[in-house]
């Protein structure tokens, strides 16, 4: 799928700050992660079921619940929308 998995970025030794393009880009990774949690988020508060901790046995089906926990809330929840800046 070509996804490339980044983290936010971290201080070099002795340095007190962030570089211009270090911060840049932990702020890419941290929009990022914030829409991802925000969807986790609703998931959970909206389905109980997933809110819980799973073992291996019931993670065989947890994929197929997720997607149609997905799938309602696409059709029936409130899409997430983008703040305009002002």
Same mark, same amino acid.
């Given at each position: 799928? %070509?996804? *490339? &998995? !980044?983290m936010p970025m971290t201080k070099n030794a002795g340095a007190? $700050? !962030?570089t211009?393009? $270090?911060a840049n880009q932990s702020r890419r990774v941290t929009l990022c992660k914030w829409v991802v949690e925000t969807v986790n988020g609703r998931l959970k508060n909206?389905?109980? $079921?997933? *809110?819980?901790?799973?073992? %291996?046995? &019931? &993670?065989?089906h947890l994929f197929d619940?997720?997607?149609?926990a997905?799938?309602? !809330?696409? &059709?029936?929840?409130k899409p997430l929308t983008d703040h305009p800046l002002v």
């Open positions: 799928m %070509n996804y *490339r &998995a !980044l007190t $700050q !962030l211009t393009q $270090q909206r389905f109980r $079921q997933l *809110r819980s901790t799973f073992n %291996n046995r &019931a &993670a065989s619940e997720v997607k149609i997905g799938a309602l !809330l696409n &059709a029936f929840g």
